[in-house]
C-alpha cells in the first residue's frame, strides 16, 4: 500500500476557523483516510494578509522513523506515532515553505527573507545561506534592492515590512545526486516582468542559474529530482509539470495536469507523480502521458494543497489532534 502524507493552506480563514490541515491517501484506493488540523502558528491572528499569509500546514519532510511538518515559523518532528519530539524555530526563519532532510540535517526554505536555514535534528542552526548573497542573479533586475536588516524577529509581523524581505520567493529545494542543491526561486521582480528561477548551489561554494521562466504572475513552486536523474519543476500559473535536463537546465518535456495552480510534488516508489491541483491530488505517469488521475481531499474552495511526501508504512493514522510538545 503506498501512502502520501499532504498539507493544506485555508485561504482567507478567518483568527477562528482552522487554516490547515494534514491529510493521510491511500494512492492504491484513491481515497483520503485521515484529516486532522494542523499546529497554528503563535501570531497568527496579527497577520493583515487575507489570503494565504501565516496560515496553513506548509513543508513536509521524511527522515526514516520521523516526519517533520512546518507552519509558518516552526517545523514540528514526529515520529511513527505522530508524537511530537521537538520544534525547530529561529527568529530568522519565517513564512516556510519546502523543507527537506538530507545527510542528517534539516534544510528549510526562510521565504521571507530569501534564506534557506540548515538545522540539526535538536534544531540547532548549523547554517545559514542568505541566497541574496550567495547567488549570482544576472541582468534585468531593479538598480536596488533593499537589503533585509539581520537582528529582528521575522516571525512577528510587526516588525518588518514584507516587500523588502521577501523579493526572491525562495520556496523550495531539491538535491541532486552529487550533493549539489537546486532551489526555486518563485517569483522576483525584473525589468522584463515578474520571473522565476532556478538556480544551483554546488557543495563547493559555486552557484550557477539553471533555468529561468518569465511570466510569474503568480509564484512557481517545487523542484524534485526524479529516478531517472532528470529535474522536475511545477509551472504553477499553467497547470504544468515543466522536465527538465538536470545539468543543462534545458527543458525536455511539458505535462498538462488540467488544472491551475499546482504546488506540492512528489515520486511514488513506482515512477508516478503526485503533485497538488487546489483541492485535489493529482497522479500522473510522465511515460505513458495518460490523462491524470485525481484524488479529491476537500470541498472547500479555499483550501490548497502545500505539500506532499511519502509516508513510510511504520506510521500509525492521524491521531484526532496534534500535540505542539511530546
Known amino acids: 500500500m503506498a501512502r502520501l502524507l499532504v498539507s493544506s493552506i485555508v485561504r482567507e480563514a478567518s483568527p477562528l476557523e482552522i487554516s490547515g490541515y494534514l491529510y493521510t491517501v491511500d494512492v492504491d484506493e484513491c481515497a483520503v483516510r485521515e484529516r486532522t488540523p494542523f499546529i497554528e502558528a503563535p501570531l497568527r491572528d496579527l497577520d493583515p494578509n487575507p489570503r494565504g499569509g501565516m496560515r496553513g500546514a506548509r513543508g513536509i519532510a521524511v527522515d526514516g522513523d520521523d516526519v517533520y511538518v512546518a507552519n509558518f515559523s516552526a517545523v514540528y518532528r514526529f515520529d511513527t506515532q505522530w508524537r511530537c519530539q521537538g520544534v525547530i524555530s529561529h527568529p530568522g526563519c519565517a513564512d516556510i515553505h519546502e523543507i527537506a532532510f538530507h545527510d542528517g540535517s534539516l534544510w528549510v526554505t526562510s521565504t521571507r527573507?530569501?534564506?534557506?536555514?540548515?538545522?540539526?535534528?535538536?534544531?540547532?542552526?548549523?547554517?545559514?545561506?542568505?541566497?541574496?548573497?550567495?547567488?549570482?542573479?544576472?541582468?534585468?533586475?531593479?538598480?536596488?534592492?533593499?537589503?533585509?536588516v539581520d537582528g529582528i524577529d521575522i516571525r512577528d509581523p510587526r516588525t518588518h515590512e514584507?516587500?523588502?524581505?521577501?523579493?526572491?520567493?525562495?520556496?523550495?529545494?531539491?538535491?541532486?545526486?552529487?550533493?549539489?542543491?537546486?532551489?526555486?526561486?518563485?517569483?522576483?521582480?525584473?525589468?522584463?516582468?515578474?520571473?522565476?528561477?532556478?538556480?544551483?548551489?554546488?557543495?563547493?561554494?559555486?552557484?550557477?542559474?539553471?533555468?529561468?521562466?518569465?511570466?510569474?504572475?503568480?509564484?512557481?513552486?517545487?523542484?524534485?529530482?526524479?529516478?531517472?536523474?532528470?529535474?522536475?519543476?511545477?509551472?504553477?500559473?499553467?497547470?504544468?509539470?515543466?522536465?527538465?535536463?538536470s545539468e543543462a537546465g534545458t527543458e525536455l518535456d511539458r505535462i498538462s495536469i488540467g488544472a491551475g495552480y499546482l504546488r506540492g510534488l512528489a515520486q511514488l516508489e513506482d515512477g508516478r507523480i503526485a503533485v497538488g491541483a487546489q483541492q485535489r491530488i493529482a497522479l500522473v505517469d510522465a511515460r505513458t502521458k495518460e490523462p491524470p488521475q485525481f484524488i479529491r481531499l476537500s470541498h472547500d474552495p479555499r483550501e490548497s494543497v502545500h505539500s506532499i511526501a511519502v509516508l513510510p508504512l511504520e506510521f500509525a493514522g492521524l491521531p484526532e489532534c496534534l500535540y505542539p510538545l511530546a
Open 162 to 245: 514584507k516587500a523588502q524581505y521577501d523579493f526572491l520567493h525562495v520556496n523550495s529545494l531539491a538535491f541532486a545526486p552529487d550533493d549539489s542543491l537546486v532551489v526555486s526561486l518563485g517569483q522576483m521582480a525584473t525589468a522584463e516582468g515578474p520571473q522565476s528561477r532556478l538556480v544551483r548551489l554546488h557543495p563547493n561554494g559555486g552557484s550557477e542559474l539553471t533555468s529561468e521562466l518569465k511570466g510569474a504572475t503568480v509564484p512557481r513552486h517545487n523542484a524534485l529530482h526524479l529516478q531517472d536523474g532528470s529535474l522536475l519543476f511545477s509551472d504553477t500559473p499553467r497547470g504544468e509539470l515543466v522536465c527538465l535536463d
Open 113 to 148: 527573507n530569501d534564506t534557506l536555514m540548515r538545522f540539526d535534528r535538536e534544531g540547532k542552526l548549523r547554517a545559514r545561506i542568505k541566497l541574496r548573497d550567495t547567488v549570482r542573479l544576472s541582468d534585468g533586475l531593479p538598480d536596488s534592492i533593499p537589503h533585509p
